[in-house]
């Protein structure tokens, strides 16, 4: 039996980028309630022991702005509270609040990343005349692939962080408008604001697919073909290895693309480290942290079913593909034969 043709780049990108949305609107709810987790600030006790419950009670009567602005976005203390919160506030509709800028952002992320993945690493298998890579060269062409993907995509998951952020009572805003509402706010460049920090972040990918090969390497050997669960087990192994390692870089870019927090009284964040210093400093180093459970728990999945749904595609593509290389070979061999028909009755 013949080997099945390999797919173009574009190939691999289609079937990357319509896993990545199918798994993403899947679990979709635990994206918007683990971003609400990481730009909050958690709360701290406004009177402090020894004081009177009189300046205790005038304290309560006359808050601050930065009080009255906080109490706008609500208050979670986990993953439960937050879903019980947000549909008693919103309904089923707030679960999905930005959902299709979400999922435009996942699709040109996830397209632009398999794209070029593929097109730098069969390029680098060529160029070295072998059919392995090390886990370093792994590594480095992922994040290669990830930082270029990074620069065509990043505002619209800049659009999309604003729309998931916003308070629950407030009016919905399109993605067009969120986008003029960050360009009134920054100019044309805040559009790009956390592309540092995305660009760090870049590792993230590239630790998954990295891991992926090297989990598929150890316990799957020379296997061409996963079933659905072996795909999605070593999914959810590898975005696992990387959700842990690259947490707090995640908080912080979470924290440059969204409205800065009450206390910081309408300055927005610079870099990703001063996002981090002051989660530090108001909630302390576990602060950069904060959502990890559900971070984890979407990552696991979406990485699983992404990478179940990937192989599906990629099998039915490569199918599709080989049967369009026998049309056109079926073409060109009819073609040739005519014209060789005709120039022997000409003779």
């Known amino acids: 039996m013949s080997k099945p043709a390999a797919l173009p780049p574009w190939g691999y ?62 208050h979670y203390t986990s993953t439960l509270d937050a879903i019980l919160k947000i549909l008693h506030k919103a309904g089923i509709p707030g679960l999905y609040s930005g959902m299709p800028g979400s999922l435009l952002g996942v699709a040109s992320t996830n397209f632009a990343y398999f ?12 160029r070295a ?12 062409l992922g994040a290669a692939a990830g930082a270029l993907a990074q620069l065509f995509t990043i505002p619209v998951a800049v659009v999309t962080t604003r729309q998931q952020t916003r308070p629950l009572n407030a009016p919905y805003v399109g993605l067009l408008d969120t986008a003029k509402e960050v360009i009134a706010e920054d100019g044309i460049s805040g559009l790009w604001r956390g592309l540092k920090a995305s660009l760090v972040l870049v590792i993230n990918p590239a630790i998954t697919y990295g891991s992926y090969q090297r989990f598929k390497d150890l316990l799957y050997p020379g296997k061409t073909r996963l079933s659905p669960f072996e795909s999605f087990l070593l999914g959810a192994l590898s975005k696992a290895c990387a ?23 309408g300055k927005p964040f610079r870099s990703f480290v001063e ?13 950069l942290f904060k959502g990890i459970g559900p971070q984890l728990m979407k990552g696991l999945l979406v990485q699983g079913l992404l990478m179940m749904t990937k192989e599906r595609m990629e099998l039915s ?27 022997v009755g000409k003779v």
């Open 13 to 74: 990108a289609v079937a990357g980028a319509t896993g990545a949305v199918l798994a993403n609107a899947a679990v979709y709810p635990l994206d918007i309630v683990k971003t609400k987790l990481q730009v909050q600030v958690s709360k701290r006790p406004t009177t402090k022991a020894g004081e009177s419950s009189e300046s205790s009670e005038s304290s309560e009567s006359s808050e601050s702005p930065e009080e009255e602005a906080e109490e706008e976005h609500e």
């Open 115 to 126: 794209y070029w993945y593929t097109f730098v690493r069969n390029w680098y298998l060529r």
């Open 129 to 140: 005349g072998t059919a392995t890579l090390s886990t370093a060269t792994e590594l480095t």
């Open 243 to 265: 959700t842990c390692a690259t947490q707090p870089l995640i908080v912080a870019k979470v924290g440059l693309q969204s409205r800065p927090p009450p206390e910081r009284k």
């Open 275 to 287: 996002v981090m210093r002051f989660i530090i400093e108001h909630e302390g180093p576990l602060g």
């Open 317 to 343: 593509f490569v199918l599709m593909y080989r049967g369009l290389l026998r049309m056109r070979e079926k073409k060109i061999a009819e073609k040739a034969a005519l014209v060789v028909k005709e120039t």
